[in-house]
């Protein structure tokens, strides 16, 4: 992986994978989290839901981890309006400090593995606090072509049992899920589809082009096989 030529094509887009607001409303809609709470997002990208959590959560305390010094950029240009309340800065998502009522995670605790990963949030979790995770789920039925080949660099996807199997491995009990399927997609795609149209023009290095044609590929098997792409976005709490 070229990652100079992955971050000049992925800096600067407001997210970095699928999710939408409406999938934070959920969250906080069943966990009936309000007022002056903590919460981390974990691998926090850009900073896309550290900042509607932050506008649904006025009185709480965020703080968002990321690994990758221009995301955290981002994040914290996005998030300046809500003052010293909301953080984000370069750190490890395996230790995100705490206690939290809230961990939330789109996107990134395969990093860790799921069941390996919430185990380590356990101690890092107020008495009765939550942690939301979005991950790669199979969808019933027969799986298409292109959605074979969209997951196929992603050998540990299984179907909804699956996860929650890893879930229930954790010691968490499982409140709820969700999917992220289709416009949660295209919210990611847009701006990405746009980034490369420019970069093609822009940069015609080999290294680059390469880039663009994977980015590109990506959105293509999407395209062709929407409804069969997916995460499951899991509401979960210790045991
Ligand atoms: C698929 S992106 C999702 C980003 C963001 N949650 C979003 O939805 O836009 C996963 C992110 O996790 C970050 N990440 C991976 N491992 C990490 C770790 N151990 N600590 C902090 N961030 C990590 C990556 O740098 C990347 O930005």
């Known amino acids: ?37 903590s919460v981390c997002d974990a691998g926090c990208g850009p900073g896309a839901d550290l900042e509607t959590l932050a506008d649904r959560l006025p009185e709480a305390r965020l703080l968002g981890l990321e690994m990758h010094d221009g995301f955290v ?3 914290q240009k996005r998030c300046a309006r809500f003052g010293d309340r909301v953080q984000a800065r370069l750190g490890d ?22 069941t390996e990963g919430l185990k380590t949030w356990r101690s890092a979790l107020a008495p009765s606090g939550f942690v939301a995770f979005s991950e790669p789920v199979k969808l019933r039925g027969e799986m298409p072509q292109a959605a074979r080949e969209f997951w196929e660099e992603y050998r540990g996807i299984t179907d909804m049992a ?12 499982l409140l709820g899920t969700r999917l992220i399927i289709g416009q949660g997609w295209e919210s990611y795609y847009a701006p990405l589809r746009q980034r490369i149209a420019e970069l093609r023009v822009a940069d015609p290095d080999p290294a680059m082009t390469e880039m663009l044609d994977m980015n590109a590929r990506e959105i293509a098997l999407w395209e062709a096989a929407p409804e069969h792409i997916a995460y499951a976005l899991m509401l979960v709490r210790p045991k």
């Open 1 to 37: 992986m070229d990652w100079d030529a992955f971050f000049k094509i992925h800096n600067g887009l407001p997210r970095e994978g699928p999710g939408s607001p409406e999938d934070v409303d959920w969250v906080l809609a069943n966990t009936g989290l309000s007022g002056a709470i």
């Open 162 to 173: 699956g996860i929650e199997a890893r879930v229930a491995a954790a010691g968490y009990a």
């Open 73 to 75: 950029a981002s994040a």
């Open 93 to 114: 998502m395996a230790e995100p400090g705490g206690p939290h009522d809230l961990i939330w995670c789109a996107g990134a605790l395969y990093f860790l593995g799921v």
